[in-house]
């Protein structure tokens, strides 16, 4: 299937299911995808089809170019409701990441100060004391927990070069002491012919404990919206998704739904 590559380091806006209207920030290279996940169903393609040849932008090229967007935007609208660290790969790799995250606050309170800021991370580098600051920071800190089986996290997510273990990835989460938004990602279909639909209790149940052990202020249950690398793999159903949606607030947290 096809995937794509966003511009960088600005792109958009673009409607977000989950943010709204989203102006983007992508802190890796345009032409190709740096990320610690390899996850099957990235919508910039597979890590080792999209190896960049280009360079992480600087940090003055981040913030020049996002200046020039939100004069553009503060003349002809329209009015963001977030700036969004996304793109093509994990943001928080970007060696500036910090010192980038200080200077888009600062532009956001000159030109959009309602304006939300959100990093999409898939949490692997969160016991970075660098990275954990700056997440703090922002008003949307977003953390993938796709599951807590790691058989499943290893067909799926299929994280590289890096350490990954369930528990104490969640302990370092409830660091945050609830200011954190938990995304999981629900789906169905096979990879290399073994079942991947993680809609089960067997699932479901064990994640929403370690949601409690997090308290985040919200959670993102969501499914596949754009096309995938494999085609073997499904949207979760509505019917599911909602009943997943049900049990997290059943457990007494905030959970949206995105179909």
Known sequence: MATILHPSPIFGPILS????????????????KVCTFDCVYCECGLN????PHSKFPSKDDVLEALEVRLIEMKQNG?????????????????????????G????RETYFPNAKISVLTNSTRIFQPNVFKALMKVDNNILKLDTVYMPFIEMVDRPVDTYYDVD?????????????IIQTMFLCGQVDGK???????????????????????????????????????????REDLDGIADKVRKAGIVCSVSY
Request: with cysteine; glycine share 8%.
């Open 195 to 237: 079942d991947v639909s993680n809609v089960g209790d067997s699932f479901v149940e064990p994640w929403i404990e370690k949601l409690k052990i997090i308290s985040p202020k919200m959670v993102m249950v969501y499914t596949i919206d754009r096309e995938t690398p494999l085609r073997t793999l499904k949207k979760a159903s």
């Open 78 to 102: 329209p009015t963001p409701d977030v700036l969004t660290f996304s793109g093509n790969g994990e943001p928080t790799l970007h060696p500036q990441f910090g010192d980038i995250v200080d």
């Open 104 to 107: 888009v606050i600062a532009l």
């Open 17 to 32: 299911r989950r943010l709204g209207v989203s102006l983007g920030i992508n802190l890796l290279p345009a032409d190709g």
């Open 168 to 180: 104490l990835l969640v302990a370092q989460m409830a660091r945050f002491k609830g200011h954190c």
């Open 48 to 51: 080792a089809e999209r190896v």
